[in-house]
């Protein structure tokens, strides 16, 4: 569990955060949660899908690997892609709530934290240096998206465009992978709605990001790529 208070400008002035990423910072994932806000930077590299949440929602995800605490897309200290999902990028920054209004915390325990090394959380005179503005953009998408989840996959469940997907990935005669229990954007579906169902969809901002789900699928080459020149490095 984080150890999480709030971010106080005096209490921890001289907090550093240690840039980089790498499995000392929890960033070996093979999946990670993602929002709507950045699903349009996402489709561009990682094939992104939907699983059920205890409550009987949805949460998209991005595939960033295909075995146990695998992610392809880091080599030599670095995430390996145009874009780093909020999820990641927050580093040991949280938001809380008090009395329904957003609180930036801090995980006192989190591994990118410091007071000797790494860029400054507050400048001298006690501003947020640029580090903090930079995960503080990355909270704003996951903020801003948590708010947009339920609308979103309402109105795809109402257009009838959810369905059942099943990943299988054969990399060779002995190697299979196979990923049950997701969900996608039918594009069978997508493509057979009506003009008012299409305008809703475009009306309500979700239409786009239907169309960023399925071309998001074509990622796969690139995760097969990826793991196909580790297996070879290995």
Sequence with gaps: MPNAVLLDNVQHHDLRVIAGHGSHFGDALNEIPVFAT?????????????RETENGGFQTYALLGLDKDENLFLADGQWQARHVPA???????LIGMNDDQPMLMVDLDH??????EGEPVFLP?????????????ALRTIHQGVELNT????????????????????????????MPGLFSISQEALSQLSGEALERLNRAGFL????????SMGNMA?????????RAAL
């Design 125 to 137: 005179h006690g501003g947020n240096a640029p580090a903090l503005e930079r995960h503080m953009r």
């Design 38 to 50: 950045e699903f349009a930077e996402l489709q561009r590299d990682y094939p992104l899908y939907f």
């Design 111 to 116: 591994p990118r934290l410091s007071r000797s």
């Design 151 to 178: 609308p979103m996959f309402a109105a795809f469940q109402a257009e009838g465009l959810i369905a059942p997907v099943e990943i299988a990935i054969r990399l060779d005669d002995t190697t299979e992978y196979k």
């Design 208 to 215: 786009a990001l239907a169309f960023q789900i399925v071309g």
């Design 87 to 93: 999820m990641s990028n927050r580093g040991p920054f």
């Design 222 to 230: 690139r995760i097969i790529e990826l793991k196909n020149r580790k």
